[in-house]
């Protein structure tokens, strides 16, 4: 029962907990911020860059081709290249020689954007904590015996006939 007991103690440790409920908080968290960047702030950079054509998902290189040779760009069955829906073709190939290198820089813009998003979250949010603490706090009562040593030196003052010198 040594090792439950010791288990038990490690378990129920605040820091123990304090992670735990930071585990589940930050997972919350994280639905906010997906949420927040999937429906709000990528629709109109979508439309931005669907004008322009900026989707960076497509781009790749042949090792190949780095060294003279053609790219070979993907065929359906009827001979015809794989096209995007701008157009455009469209390298996807399970082929080993492939250097797939855009989805890395779409997954970086997606990044900067969610990092972007989040900053200005927390700006935000400590913008409105400067001014919260900005506001002058009310004077704190007066204790409750400084009121009482003050009522018996008034009485005391009213009670004591003064002396003529």
Do not use: C, W
């Amino acid at each position: 029962m040594g090792l439950l007991q010791e288990f038990k103690a490690f378990a129920m440790r605040g820091n123990v907990i304090d992670l735990a409920v930071g585990v589940v908080i930050g997972g919350a968290f994280g639905k906010i911020v997906s949420s927040l960047v999937n429906d709000i702030v990528m629709p109109p950079l979508n439309l931005l860059t669907a004008k322009s054509g900026a989707n960076f998902n497509s781009l790749s290189l042949k090792y190949s081709h780095l060294f003279g040779s053609k790219i070979d760009l993907p065929k359906m069955e009827n001979g015809a290249p794989v096209l995007d829906s701008a157009g455009k073709a469209i390298i996807e190939s399970t082929d080993p020689d492939l250097l797939k290198y855009g989805p890395f820089l779409q997954t970086t813009l997606d990044f900067l954007i969610v990092a972007f998003a989040i900053f200005m979250m927390v700006r935000l949010m400590n913008s409105l904590q400067k001014k919260k603490e900005e506001t002058p706090a009310a004077p704190a009562p007066t204790p409750e015996d400084v009121v009482l040593l003050r009522e018996i030196r008034d009485s005391l003052a009213k009670s004591t006939p003064r002396r003529a010198d």
